[in-house]
């Protein structure tokens, strides 16, 4: 409920693009999943009914990877945002999918570790 799902047409239309070039698709409803088992229990209510399912992140993707091109539930996943494990001999961590590069590399001052910005080239 409240403030966890949202039909309004802004929200709708905010999570219905990225980056890209590609036109505005938005979902026909857009739910902040706060726990693995509420994704779960979403992702097997949207299975049974044949909705399609589209998750998003902070919506900077260059892909289009978030327009709901058949409607559908938008997941956003930005309040599941907690680093659970850090393990600084092993160079690894684990997170939540809403947590941002950002937020990793506040986490990991004074570690010596951090978490760059990928290039290609």
């Known amino acids: 409920g409240d403030p966890n799902v949202s039909t309004a047409e802004a929200v709708r239309q905010q999570h219905g693009h990225d980056e ?3 036109p505005v698709a938005p979902p026909d409803i857009v739910v902040w999943p ?11 209510l949207c299975y049974r009914c044949r909705v399609p399912m589209v998750p998003f992140g902070t919506g900077t993707g260059l892909e289009g990877g978030v327009n709901a091109v058949q409607g559908g539930v938008c997941f956003d996943l930005s309040r599941m945002d907690a680093i659970t494990e850090l393990s600084v001999e092993d160079f690894s961590v684990v997170v939540e999918p ?3 590069r950002k ?3 506040s986490h990991l001052r004074g570690t010596g570790l951090w978490f760059p910005v990928g290039t290609v080239g």
């Open 20 to 22: 890209s070039m590609h």
């Open 34 to 44: 706060q726990t693995v088992g509420q994704v779960q229990e979403l992702a097997a």
């Open 98 to 100: 809403g947590v941002t």
């Open 103 to 105: 937020a990793l590399n």
